[in-house]
C-alpha cells in the first residue's frame, strides 16, 4: 500500500513540475520578440482580437489582393451579412470548437485528447461589420507583401475539396450568425495551440511576435509593452 502511495506522489509531483516547466517556458520565450520587420509604406490595416483565452487573426473581407468572400463566402453563414467589412480566422481544436460551446460543457475526454494533439483541427471564421480596439483588440498596419504572406499563410492551414476551396463542417454548433467552421490542416496540442498559429502566423508575415506563444497574453506581450 504504501509502494502504490508513493507512486501516486510521485507522479503527482512529476505533473506538477511538468506544468510549472510548461508556464514558466511560455512566460519566458514570449518576453523574446522576433520579426517586425522595418521599411516600406504600410497600406492594409489588420487586427488581433483575443475572448481572453484564444487569439484570432482579422484582416479585411475585400482588397485587391483578396477578397475572402470568394474563398470562404458569406452565405456560409446564418445571416449571410454582405455588408460585413472585416473577416476573423482562428485556428483550433475540432472537437473544442463544436462541442464546448462553454466552459461548463468541457470534458475531460476532450480536454486530454486536445492536449495531447490526438484530434484534428478547424478553422473558425467570423465576419465583423466594424471592429471597436481596445486592450484585447490591436490594430495593425501592414505593407502589402506583408499581407500577401499572411494570406498564403492562412490558405495553407485550411484542408480544401475538389474545387480548391475549404470544406465547409456542416454544423449548428455556431457562436452566432455570423460565423462558420472549416476543416484545417495539422493537430491541435499543448505546443501547437489556437495562440500559437496566430503568432506564426504573425512571424511569417514579417510582423512582432513572440518566439512561442501557446496563450494569448504571450502574443499581446509584445504590442501592450
Known amino acids: 500500500m504504501r509502494r502504490i502511495i508513493r507512486v501516486v506522489i510521485a507522479v503527482i509531483l512529476v505533473l506538477i513540475a511538468g506544468i510549472a516547466i510548461y508556464f514558466t517556458t511560455a512566460w519566458v520565450l514570449s518576453r523574446f520578440g522576433v520579426g517586425g520587420e522595418e521599411g516600406g509604406k504600410p497600406e492594409i490595416t489588420m487586427y488581433i482580437m483575443t475572448n481572453g483565452v484564444h487569439t484570432d487573426l482579422i484582416v479585411p473581407v ?48 476532450t480536454a486530454l ?30 505593407r502589402n507583401d506583408q499581407y500577401q504572406r499572411l494570406i498564403q499563410y492562412i490558405d495553407s ?41 496566430v503568432n506564426t502566423g504573425l512571424k511569417v508575415a514579417g510582423l512582432k511576435a513572440a518566439l512561442w506563444a501557446p496563450f494569448d497574453w504571450c502574443i499581446f506581450h509584445q504590442y501592450r509593452k
Not at 463544436?98 to 475526454?109: N, Q, R, V
Not at 490526438?118 to 480596439?133: G, P
Not at 476551396?165 to 489556437?194: M, R
Open 113 to 142: 485528447k486536445a492536449g495531447l494533439g490526438l484530434d484534428r483541427s478547424a478553422m473558425h471564421v467570423t465576419f465583423y461589420r466594424t471592429i471597436l480596439e481596445d486592450k484585447d483588440c490591436i490594430r495593425i498596419d501592414i
Open 157 to 197: 492551414s485550411f484542408e480544401l475539396d475538389s474545387a480548391k476551396l475549404p470544406k465547409l463542417i456542416p454544423t449548428n454548433a455556431t457562436y452566432g450568425g455570423t460565423d462558420a467552421f472549416y476543416e484545417a490542416k495539422g493537430y491541435y496540442s499543448i505546443f501547437k495551440t489556437c495562440n500559437s498559429w
Open 62 to 109: 475585400k482588397n485587391p489582393y483578396r477578397d475572402w468572400n470568394i474563398v470562404v463566402p458569406f452565405r456560409n453563414t446564418k445571416n449571410n451579412d454582405t455588408t460585413a467589412r472585416y473577416i476573423a480566422f482562428g485556428w483550433g481544436d475540432r472537437p473544442f470548437y463544436l462541442e464546448t460551446p462553454t466552459w461548463s460543457d468541457l470534458k475531460f475526454s
